[in-house]
């Protein structure tokens, strides 16, 4: 897919370009360039402590910055990539300490998106945190980064990403494998491929592996919480997402237990309930029990949203 050279230009300047994935809109910046990856921390307004994901293009890439690529890495990236898998492996010295804040590990992944390939193929491998302002959430279209960040940060526009929430990030640099962030490629998924048992990061542990796990998240300034029995449809000031919902009203989303679409619209519910001038944003309770390997994730995501 042709990118627009004035996207490309600014890339290789070191300034930073968002851009679409199939997960959510990156911020991106040349990972080998430390001036850029200033920009990235200093736009997003982010942690220098939380490290980024490198985005690359080509599976050769993956030697610039993993010291090692152990079998299991291969067996997941030859099922999942390009696609919304992180791996988090042993670095190379050479990664700039800006990308990884001082650890030893790179988180690498191949986004599936045309624009996002097409992008790293004309400039360089790239770092991409999610597009938006530090603690909002992340943003599924292009309008989302405008009302971050107005015009200062170039977007290009490639509609709106089919997954909607973040990639799983998979630390394979240790004895077992062990999933830091939950995304829509499951735990059974990848144990399939690898006939071995993956562990998950303890999200109540003081220290978590994924720095950015602690971090603020996901929030939008109405309140979210589960809906319980005090709740009543008839306030209009409350949005409901529902699973079953057996009336039609304007402020009732019925999501018909469909769990990928409401993991793709989430961050665009929450961001809209912002401008509609919701009070809150009330969502229906639901647990793994459901069959759909997107339900931790989302679990993930409404647990930290709700617990702000
Ligand atoms: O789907 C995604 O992954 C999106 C799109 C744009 O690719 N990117 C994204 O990046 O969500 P970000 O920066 O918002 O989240 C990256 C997560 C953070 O939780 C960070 O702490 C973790 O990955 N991470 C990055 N490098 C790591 C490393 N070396 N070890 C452990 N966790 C790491
Ligand atoms: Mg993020």
Do not use: C
Not at 55 to 66: L, R
Not at 106 to 114: F, K, S
Not at 214 to 222: E, I, L, Q, V
Not at 223 to 250: G, H, M, P
């Amino acid at each position: 897919m042709p990118i627009d050279q004035k996207y490309i230009q600014a890339i290789k300047n070191g300034d930073v370009v968002a851009f679409p994935t199939e997960t959510v809109y990156g911020l991106g910046a040349d990972a080998w360039n430390s001036e850029a990856i200033a920009k990235v921390f200093e736009t997003k307004g982010r942690p220098s402590d939380n490290p980024l994901i490198v985005h690359v293009s080509d599976f050769d890439q993956i030697n610039d910055f993993a010291a090692e690529i152990p079998e299991a890495a291969q067996l997941l990236i030859e099922e999942f990539w390009p696609g919304p898998l992180t791996l988090v492996f042993k670095k190379k010295p050479e990664v700039l300490d800006a990308v990884t804040a001082g650890l030893d590990t790179i988180a690498i992944r191949m986004p599936a998106n045309e624009i996002a390939l097409s992008l790293i193929l004309e400039t360089n491998p790239l770092v991409a945190p999610s597009a938006n302002r530090s603690g909002a959430p992340s943003p599924t279209k292009a309008s989302h980064i405008k009302a971050d960040f107005g015009s200062s940060v170039l977007v290009i526009d490639g509609g709106s990403t089919q997954v909607g929430l973040e990639s799983t990030v998979l630390d394979i640099s240790g004895e077992q494998p062990m999933i830091l962030r939950p995304g829509v490629i499951g735990k059974d998924q990848i144990e399939q491929v690898l006939n071995q048992t993956v562990l998950i990061d303890d999200k109540s542990s003081e220290k978590p592996k994924s720095p950015g796990q602690k971090y603020s998240h996901y929030k939008p300034k109405a309140d979210v919480k589960w809906l319980d029995s005090e709740d009543e449809f008839e306030d209009t000031s409350s949005l409901f997402l529902l699973l079953n919902a057996e009336t039609e009203q304007q402020n009732i989303i019925n999501y018909t237990q469909d769990f990928e679409k409401l993991a793709r619209e989430l961050y665009d519910r929450f961001r809209q309930a912002d401008l509609d001038g919701y009070k809150k944003v009330i969502i229906e309770p639901f647990d793994d029990r459901y069959d759909s390997s997107v339900i931790p994730a989302l679990l993930n995501r409404i647990e930290k949203a709700t617990s702000l």
